[in-house]
């Protein structure tokens, strides 16, 4: 594991569409929490104050600005039909990107900064990352909806030490069907700007349109050193709609999407 690093992200939606996110991650310094909600983003020193246990994720987090206590109960895990990557896994790249679960539900209750907080049946999302470095410029964008869940990230990659490409890994997923507009599948990127992408594959085409807004510092990782800052914005209102020989397959707004946009 030595100039490497691996990292674990939770997503827990409340019924009051409160969001917060969890980073679970070993480096070369040793084990790393961090926590994202709207307000800010904190580094947590006692790695322990979260636990997992199977399908029970419990909270003991007591620090001086942030204080989260209380269970999470995860449900059935909806991971993708296949692999994330595709035949990219084979590949010496720099970051492996993996999806746990494109949706499940959460029941529970967590005390927050003495807010109470309930889960019932409501939303959670869980993917990894894995490898040396995180791509110089990428962006990441996750929605988890009641219906369907999104989730985007485009990426420079280098590859072999002298071949640099956007890569592109889109995942849409509704109850009945999933679609796929990625790189590996002849997806290609027709737009990015700082409030809009579209990409299509086919007669495919997705686009997100979205606000941008300063996010949250979070650690990570430089040749398995966590010494790079990045910002995610873990509630940004956006609005995005899938299509097919122009004919509206999804069309959706959420409120609460996450957003890391690192591309300028």
């Known amino acids: 594991m030595k100039n490497r690093f691996y990292g674990k992200y939770y997503k827990f939606i409340s019924d009051e569409k409160y969001v917060l996110a969890c980073i679970i991650s070993h480096a070369n310094e040793g084990d790393m929490l961090q926590i994202i909600t709207k307000e800010n983003s904190y580094l947590i020193k006692d790695t322990e104050s979260i636990k997992i246990n199977n399908d029970i994720i419990a909270f003991n987090v007591n620090t001086e600005k942030l204080k989260i206590n209380g269970q999470i109960k995860l449900g059935k895990l909806n991971p993708l039909k296949s692999k994330v990557m595709g035949p990219f896994t084979y590949l010496p790249m720099e970051c492996r990107h993996e999806i746990y ?9 967590l005390t927050i900064n003495d807010k109470e907080y309930n889960y019932n049946d ?11 470095n995180f791509p110089t410029k990428y962006i990441w964008y996750n929605s988890v909806l009641k219906d369907n869940t999104v989730t985007l990230a485009i990426a420079t990659i280098p590859l072999f030490g002298f071949i640099n490409f956007k890569g592109l890994l889109c995942f849409i ?31 495919y085409i997705f686009s997100l349109n979205f606000d941008l807004k300063d996010g949250n510092n979070l650690k990570a990782p430089i040749k398995g050193n966590m010494d790079r800052y990045i ?25 609460i999407s996450s957003l890391e946009f690192m591309w300028d």
Do not use: P, R, V
């Open 101 to 109: 679960s494109m949706y499940h539900t959460l029941n529970g209750k």
């Open 122 to 132: 409501s939303l959670g999302y869980i993917e990894g990352d894995s490898g040396k």
């Open 173 to 203: 997923k509704t109850k009945n069907k999933e679609y796929k507009i990625c790189t590996y599948n002849f997806g290609k990127i027709k737009k990015i700007n700082n409030n809009e992408i579209i990409i299509k594959k086919a007669k």
């Open 231 to 255: 910002k995610e914005t873990i509630t940004i209102s956006t609005k995005y709609k899938l299509t097919y020989k122009n004919n509206i397959i999804l069309d959706s707004s959420d409120d």
